[in-house]
């Protein structure tokens, strides 16, 4: 039986560190790294490396999406001063997400899958009202999930440790680098 081909958006290599163990039995699974939101330019390169090496880990194939940090200044734009949690991160995630729905349309995925509602940073109601929103809009399905539930993000950030890649110490723009946790 052929499993439904689903794109994973992926934010991290710690994230990423476990949620693709949870869908590999059910989906042909398949890595996208959209995050134009990342500062600095290095920040972004770190990330990606420790996400395609956990990709690289599971046998999965990694896409990158093009980096475009001036498209997401613009998304944002108007809310440089708002709280974490607030209506920045929420465009921030829309942005993101967005971009990865429009890919996996064009590509012929059946299904979309976020990383970001396993960390403590991200919340999952939010994440999950957003991949919704977008699944209808672009006609596919949507597998929003709580990763944190069942102790998701220590193991993550543990099997990250594990494999020694980067674990960032910041949400990844360049506002969240002011509220360090």
């Known amino acids: 039986m052929t499993k439904p081909k689903l794109l994973l958006h992926v934010c991290c290599g ?3 560190a476990y949620v693709p163990e949870l869908l590999l039995p059910d989906f042909d699974v398949t890595v996208y790294f959209e995050n134009s939101n990342l500062y600095p330019h290095e920040e972004f390169f770190r990330r990606r490396e420790a996400a395609k090496t956990m990709a690289d880990g599971f046998g999965l194939e990694f896409i990158e999406a093009p980096y475009s940090p001036d498209a997401w200044d613009m998304a944002v734009l108007g809310h440089v001063q ?3 949690y607030g209506t920045r991160c929420q465009l921030c995630m829309g942005f993101r997400l967005d971009r990865t729905f429009a ?3 064009r590509q ?3 299904c979309v899958a976020t990383t970001l509602s396993v960390s403590r940073r991200k919340d ?3 994440v999950n009202e957003l991949g919704a929103m977008l699944a209808e809009r672009y ?3 949507f597998l929003g999930r709580d990763w944190k539930k069942k102790n998701g993000e220590n193991i993550s950030q543990e099997r990250a440790k ?3 890649i980067y674990r960032q110490t910041y ?3 360049k506002y969240s680098m002011r509220i360090l946790p």
Do not use: I
């Open 171 to 173: 949400c990844g723009c």
């Open 108 to 110: 012929g995925f059946a």
């Open 124 to 126: 999952a109601t939010q």
């Open 82 to 84: 708002d709280k974490e």
């Open 14 to 16: 710690v994230c990423s």
């Open 103 to 105: 890919y996996a349309k």
């Open 162 to 164: 594990a494999a020694g």
């Open 139 to 141: 006609e596919l399905d």
